[in-house]
C-alpha cells in the first residue's frame, strides 16, 4: 500500500546468535542468499545479512565478551535482538515520541557510521520489543 | 533487489501485547496506521495489523487465559512471538529443509482460515526465533 511505504517500513530485523556459519544454514535452506559478512568493530559485532523483500534480516555474532550481543545471549538466549524500523523523518518521529510520552534509550538522533541517523525506542513504550528508529543518509 | 522479491520477504512479525489499546499508542506517534482489530477464536487471541512497507506488524493479545499468547507473555514478558517469512513454494522449502535437518514445529504443511498454507519452524533450528513459513492462498 502507497501509505505504508510512504511512511516507512521494516528497514531490518536483527537476530543475536552465537554462531553465524550456524544460523546461515537455515536460511540458506530456504533458498534465501546470506551476504558476506562484515564486522563493526565500535559494537565488537559480525554481521551477515540476508536481504528479504525491502527488508533484510541481519544475524549478528560477538567478536567478544564485551559485546552488547554477547551480553544479551547469555541474558537471554539466541534470538530476536531488535526490529528496526525506517522512518521519512526521525527528528519530527523524535518530537511526536516525546510528545506521547514514548521513552527512548537515548535522548536525542544518534548518527551512524555511514551517515544514517537512528534512535532506540525502549522496549516498555515497544510491546517488549527494542526498536530502532533509522533514517537513511 | 528483485531476488528478494522473487525469493521471499518479511510477511509479518507477531508480537505480543497485554494490550493492544496500550501498545497501538507508539505505533500511532510514529504515523503509523493501526487497523480495526480481528479476533482469531481459535487461538483465542485478538490482532491489529500495522502495515509497514511490503510486511506488518501483527500486535497480539490474549482472549483469554488459555491462549497461546497469555502462555507467552507470562512465561517470557510481551515482546516478538514470532517471524512469519513469505515464500513461493512452501512444499517446496519443508522438503530442502527436512533434507538439511531444519526442525520444524509440525511435521507437514498446514492450511489456515483463509486458505494460505502454513508450517511452523523451531527456533532452535532459527537462531532462537520461532519462524512461521507462509505461502499465500
Redesign the interface.
Known amino acids: ?1 502507497s ?3 510512504a ?4 528497514d531490518h ?1 536483527g ?3 552465537k554462531s553465524i556459519a550456524e ?1 546461515r ?2 536460511y ?6 546470506v551476504e558476506a559478512t562484515e564486522t563493526v568493530e565500535a559494537e565488537r559485532v559480525r554481521a551477515a545479512m540476508v ?7 541481519e ?1 549478528l555474532e560477538a567478536t567478544d565478551e564485551a559485546s552488547v550481543i554477547a551480553k544479551f545471549i547469555s541474558k537471554r ?4 535482538h531488535h ?1 528496526a ?3 521519512p523523518d526521525i527528528e519530527a ?1 523524535v518530537a ?2 516525546k ?2 510520552g ?1 521513552r527512548l534509550v537515548q535522548d536525542r538522533v544518534q548518527r551512524g557510521a555511514g551517515g544514517h541517523l537512528y534512535v532506540f ?1 525502549h ?1 516498555s ?5 527494542l ?1 530502532e ?1 533509522v533514517q537513511s543518509a
Open positions: 500500500m501509505a505504508g511505504s511512511n516507512g517500513k521494516i530485523l537476530i543475536a546468535v544460523a544454514k537455515f540458506e535452506a530456504l533458498g534465501l542468499s536481504p528479504l523483500g525491502d527488508s533484510r534480516i544475524l538466549g539466541e534470538g530476536l526490529v524500523i525506517a522512518v518521529a511526536e515520541m510528545r506521547k514514548v525506542v522496549p513504550s515497544a510491546g517488549g520489543v526498536v528508529l
